[in-house]
């Protein structure tokens, strides 16, 4: 299935439209690694994910987008985080998607209190 594989990041947002526009969880991102041949393959994997959680919950998925991780370590972003990997082709739980969120709800949390601190 692959060839020369890469690490992509890609990041999906979703939205949930049973709550109110105002309500902190109405929108939000789910952040992981997509091992895949290209960037298109990464993209398209990480869509089939997505939007398979969004029907199965009944949820939104809004957008998406995929770009080659850079670092040393592809399980780590730049703050030192894991995020979870998943390989191209390889289905996913659904429940999974929560722990996909759960890492990019610590990362936006630390991007403003960095952001609050002066500190970029």
Do not use: C, K, T
């Not at 309500?23 to 398979?52: C, K, M, T």
């Not at 972003?77 to 659904?94: H, I, K, R, T």
């Amino acid at each position: 299935m692959w060839g020369v594989a890469a690490a992509y990041e890609y990041v999906a947002w979703f939205r949930d439209e049973r709550l109110p526009p105002d309500d902190q969880d109405y929108e939000w991102p789910a952040v992981f690694i997509v091992v895949a041949d290209s960037a298109e393959a990464a993209l398209a994997w990480g869509d089939r994910l997505a939007a398979d959680y969004a029907q199965a919950l009944s949820e939104r998925f809004i957008h998406s987008g995929a770009e080659l991780a850079s670092g040393i370590l592809i399980y780590l972003n730049e703050n030192g985080a894991e995020l979870p990997v998943v390989f191209d082709g390889v289905p996913l739980l659904g429940a999974s998607i929560n722990e996909l969120s759960a890492v990019a709800e610590r990362e936006l949390r630390r991007a403003s209190e960095r952001l609050r601190s002066g500190d970029r």
